[in-house]
């Protein structure tokens, strides 16, 4: 085989080896439709190709690198090589954004546009003449428009993105995506500095070791009403249902106010096998109505709403009633704050666990004996 054959099958064998490890990490399959649209493809081939040309440009520096026996940092070979390492490393790094429904379809190949053009640019310009880089002025332009195009293409797809709360991005996808266990993103905090340590539904959705947390809280305190706020996809609802059906009786009613959201949480619980122990109400939680008194209330709505939404709760709560509020780490400083006021005003007592979005555990102060 020559040079050339070699170099054509090494770029080959790269490109598809990222792309299957790629398709396996977003759970992508040619057997099925879903989460594939025009741009997902192209978000998937942007890393294929860039790995591929890597390989490419590497295998093409051996016989070089061989016979002068040091790497020639005087080749363009070698500084596009790096580019495209860098490259490559930043759009995984972007896919594993988009895995976690932070990045919008189209970025990872508005992104490559942008760095390749740039790279190529810069190549042409400090390696002049280059064996490995096609000259004249008909690149340069084709570069331009590359970091053109692709910067208009990521305000196309950032902007609307950007403009949508993050709850219904996550529905949008949901579909495409499906349910996964990763580990947990958020970033570390004083309090809980491996964060990476726990896991993740999705980024709204509770930390799955805290969901396990609140059956087992269910079962063990033998609640006959929970009160939960912020119904989203319904996984800690179904989950506090589970031990509400271990336990033999009691009820949860959980509020979302969002109707899009709803719906979709509506379809999960009907679905669940669990309807007589949840009643689910598609209402805000300032405007809601609770009938009895109140074991668990899980306050996990709106992060701007959660300290007024105590507030009207608290009445309805037992003295030795649960008060539980999600994403009261630092890192969250609206909704720990919140807590610590409603402390200092002798309303609640806190505890807060060092979970990545915090949890708080609080006990009305009022009537408690």
Known sequence: MNLSLFIAAASIFGAVVVLLAD?????????????????????????????????????????SAISRRVLPLDSSAVWAALAGIVIAVVLWSEG?????FQRPWG???????????VCLFLVTALFNPSPFVPQGLTLKILCILAVVAGG????????????????L????????QGESVQTEYTPPTPECPHPELWRMLDSQTTEVEVIDFLKSLVTTVKPNLVVETGTFLAYSTIKMAEGLRENGFGKIITIESDPAIF?????????????QWIEYRNESSM??????TIDILFSDSHMRGREQEIRRFLPWVKPRGLILIHDASSHFQIVREAALRLEQEGLISVVLLPTPRGLVIAQRREGRE
């Open 23 to 63: 398709l396996h990490r977003r759970r992508l399959t040619l057997t099925r439709s879903s989460g594939w649209r025009v741009l997902s493809v192209l978000d998937v081939l942007s890393l294929a190709v860039t790995a591929g040309a890597v390989l490419g440009l590497l295998m093409a520096l051996v016989p």
């Open 96 to 100: 594993r954004q988009q895995m976690r």
């Open 107 to 117: 970025i990872i190949f508005g992104e490559w546009l942008v760095l390749v053009g």
């Open 152 to 167: 208009a293409l990521i305000a196309v797809v950032v902007i609307p993105f950007m403009r949508r709360y993050e709850g």
């Open 287 to 292: 405007e809601t109505q609770i009938d009895g």
């Open 263 to 275: 719906a979709k949480a509506k379809e999960r619980i009907d679905a669940s096998g669990l309807g």
């Open 169 to 176: 991005r996550i529905l949008d996808r949901f579909p495409e």
